[in-house]
């Protein structure tokens, strides 16, 4: 298992409890003897983190802002995420393109085709014609965005993101439920409603399940 790379992402809406996970999903991995890569999208790169604070705080239009996720991945995947599994590391990602789909895709109502387009270009693997990267494994932490907005309520002062109203984050999650119908076998949904431990034990039965831990 050391000597072979692994690539998970963790998705979900703020609130739902992925980045909690992902850093516990980490130390198991070390533990077992992984030598393990935690980083986010967008970012993970001095360039891809920029251009999230671009993203985040600045106003435009759907295409710009689809424009600039899939820029800050391509750097992202040239300078972190493939140097990594190409030493055999683990990759834990906190988002991946799949929010691209759920939150321009479903949230904004972007043309989905295009955003397809845009992800074969930029996540192509030049020794595989016809193939490109997406994660080993996607878990997908789904909570009512309502649930959510309690959890972070006074949390901090929210982004552009963060501010949209409840109607977009049901748009979010129907993006990510289509991403799913689409990638039954990648996929793994969890139910993030339930307690922090419940949560935890189905993320490890997940990567147990599929032989990772």
């Not at 692994?6 to 703020?14: K, R």
């Not at 980045?19 to 999903?25: G, K, R, V």
Request: a neutral charge; proline letters at 5%.
């Amino acid at each position: 298992m050391a000597g072979q790379g692994l690539f998970l992402s963790f998705e979900g809406i703020d609130g739902a409890g992925k980045s909690t996970h992902i850093e516990a999903l980490a130390e198991r991995f070390r533990a077992a003897g992984r030598t393990v890569v935690l980083t986010r999208e967008p970012g993970g790169t001095p360039l891809a983190e920029k251009i999230r604070a671009l993203a985040l705080h600045e106003s435009m239009d759907a295409l710009t802002e689809a424009l600039l996720m899939f820029a800050a991945r391509r750097d992202h995947l040239q300078q972190v995420i493939e140097p990594a599994l190409a030493r055999g590391n683990a990759v834990l990602c906190d988002r991946f393109t799949d929010a691209t789909f759920a939150y321009q895709g479903g949230g904004r109502g972007f043309d989905w085709q295009l955003l397809s387009d845009l992800e074969r270009m930029v996540q192509h693997l030049p020794a595989m014609p016809g193939q490109f990267r997406q994660p080993d494994m996607t878990l997908w932490f789904d909570l009512p965005p309502a649930t959510a907005a309690v959890r972070l309520a006074g949390a901090r002062l929210p982004d552009r993101f963060e501010s949209q109203p409840a109607a977009f984050f049901e748009a979010v999650r129907a993006g990510y439920a289509r991403r799913m119908a689409e990638s039954p076998a990648r996929f793994v949904r969890l139910d993030a409603d339930q307690t922090k431990e419940d949560v935890w034990q189905a993320v490890i039965q997940a990567v147990q399940g599929r032989g990772w831990l």
